[in-house]
């Protein structure tokens, strides 16, 4: 696919269950489709170029093992994030709702480009929120964010396992993670 070199770039992933290879109750491919990239690898060729957001078609992806932890996990390698979806109607509100997030997130990062590069390699990752928002609220700068309610919880073991699958090298690194970590 070509993209415009001057444009955000944002993919909506939208899916009622996982993806082949993370290690779901009877998959046919448990070790992911052969022939076919490792997903994990492919967010990171999106790293930097294309924020990808997810839909959860709920309640089916919940019933799946590990099934959110990995999206959860695949959208923060992107910074992108994760939406329920309860009902589909309200599906096209989700999707342009999350492009208009990270349309306006871009703003602020073109914006502010020049002060982070300044401050981000001198300073506690804290200390730059706190400024920037500061800087923000002074010039009476806002940006659009998507908030849907939260239907999901987080335990300690789902973000353990959400830091997993986002720093695997791969699928199987993840599954191999996963399994000494239970």
């Not at 444009?7 to 992933?13: D, F, G, Q, S, T």
């Not at 899916?15 to 997903?39: C, L, R």
């Not at 919940?62 to 599906?91: C, E, K, Q, W």
């Amino acid at each position: 696919m070509r993209w415009r070199s001057d444009c955000n770039r944002v993919a909506v992933l939208i899916s009622d269950a996982p993806p082949h290879g993370i290690g779901s109750q009877g998959d046919y491919w448990p070790y992911g489709v052969p022939g076919v990239s490792d997903p994990l690898d492919v967010a990171r060729d999106m790293l930097k170029k294309i924020t990808l957001h997810f839909v959860a078609c709920e309640p089916s992806l919940s019933r799946f093992h590990n099934a959110l932890d990995f999206y959860r996990g695949l959208t923060r390698i992107t910074a992108g994030i994760v939406v329920p979806l309860l009902d589909a109607r309200v599906m096209s509100t989700c999707i342009i709702g999350s492009a208009l997030e990270s349309l306006a997130i871009q703003d602020l990062i073109n914006e502010y480009r020049e002060t982070l590069e300044e401050l981000v390699p001198s300073r506690e990752p804290s200390l730059v929120v706190k400024y920037l928002h500061a800087l923000m609220r002074v010039r009476g700068r806002t940006a659009d964010q998507l908030i849907m309610e939260n239907i999901y919880d987080m335990s300690d073991d789902s973000k353990e396992n959400v830091e997993i699958w986002s720093s695997a090298r791969s699928l199987a690194d993840a599954k191999a993670r996963l399994e000494v970590s239970l």
